[in-house]
């Protein structure tokens, strides 16, 4: 009597890892499984589903970033200024790092010296003969230059 033996072949590595996966997935499966008939058993609803990925963080993060944002960036401001009697408001921002600080409403360059309740504004910076002297005299915040804009 002759006997046939089984060929074997030998699995590549690709075929040992799906292979090694699979049981996995099982053994998962079925610890899932006794987990839910136990909690059934114990008369507790079991959870169809893993819970879902929290959306309030994409929120806390955009929130968090915009705080930043309005903390670090320079805000308008609503300047009283005068000069002979004359006296003028208008909306300053007092730019970023290699942007100049701008009048909304003015063509005007404006050279700020706040701490000393002065203001210059030049026809050219470069000429300091094109620049008068304006005494401020009330500095409002954020809030009112935003109004101050909306109604003009």
């Known amino acids: 009597m002759a006997i046939n ?6 699995l590549n590595k690709s075929e040992f890892q799906k292979q ?4 996995k997935k099982k053994q998962q499966l079925s610890q899932q499984q006794m987990r839910q008939q136990a909690l059934q058993q114990q008369g ?12 309030g963080i994409k929120g806390l993060i955009f929130l968090g970033v915009l705080a930043l944002t309005l903390v670090l960036f320079p805000k308008p401001q609503l ?8 006296v003028a408001q208008s909306v300053y921002w007092p730019g970023l790092p290699g942007v ?8 005007l360059q ?15 910076i470069s000429n300091p003969d094109t620049c008068q002297k ?13 109004k101050s804009l909306a109604m003009d």
Do not use: H, M, W
């Open 5 to 10: 033996p089984k060929k074997q072949t030998l």
């Open 20 to 23: 090694q996966a699979n049981k």
């Open 44 to 55: 507790i609803p079991a959870a169809t589903s893993e819970a879902p990925p929290k959306k």
């Open 79 to 86: 300047i009283t200024y005068k000069k002979l009697g004359l």
């Open 100 to 107: 100049k600080p701008v009048l909304f409403d003015s063509a």
């Open 110 to 124: 404006p050279i700020p010296a706040l701490d000393r309740d002065t203001l210059y504004l030049c026809q050219d």
């Open 134 to 146: 304006y005494a401020i005299i009330k500095q409002e915040g954020f809030l009112s230059a935003l």
